[in-house]
């Protein structure tokens, strides 16, 4: 499986059951990146991207129990530890700012992770975002 998050300066996800942030540009990049195969995220996520085309997209609330090889899970309020195994990509969207957090990326991006490619783009409500791509 391949998971798509977005991440601030200290790793964190969400704070007090929401989300840190959110940027109409960077959910067109995960519509394009993703647009070949399977697209899986929760209820949640979904509101982000109701409305924008996206029929590839599965919601379930067993999302990365179901996601399968080569598919894509976007994550948003999950503890991806226990998963680790199972995923082969990590496609990370960094903020470059610093937001108030309670939920962080679990896993570390040291060995066996390596950076394979590195993008950084002007959003719609962010001066820059920087997406780094990591594989095993």
């Not at 599965?58 to 503890?79: H, K, N, Q």
């Not at 993008?119 to 990591?134: D, L, V």
Request: proline share 2%.
């Amino acid at each position: 499986m391949i998971v798509i998050l977005c991440i601030d300066d200290n790793n964190g996800m969400m704070f007090n059951h929401r989300r840190q942030s959110k940027d109409r540009i960077l959910l067109e990049d995960v519509i394009a990146y993703s647009k070949e195969n399977r697209l899986y995220l929760n209820e949640y996520s979904y509101k982000l991207f109701s409305g924008m085309g996206t029929e590839n997209i599965i919601v379930d609330p067993e999302f990365l129990d179901r996601a399968g090889t080569g598919e894509y899970c976007f994550v948003e309020d999950r503890s991806l530890l226990s998963y680790e195994q199972k995923i082969e990509k990590l496609i990370i969207y960094k903020w470059n700012r610093r937001y108030p957090a309670d939920l962080y990326l679990d896993i570390s991006l040291g060995e066996p992770w390596k950076i394979a490619d590195t993008k950084e783009f002007k959003g719609y409500s962010h001066e820059k975002i920087t997406k780094e791509i990591y594989i095993k």
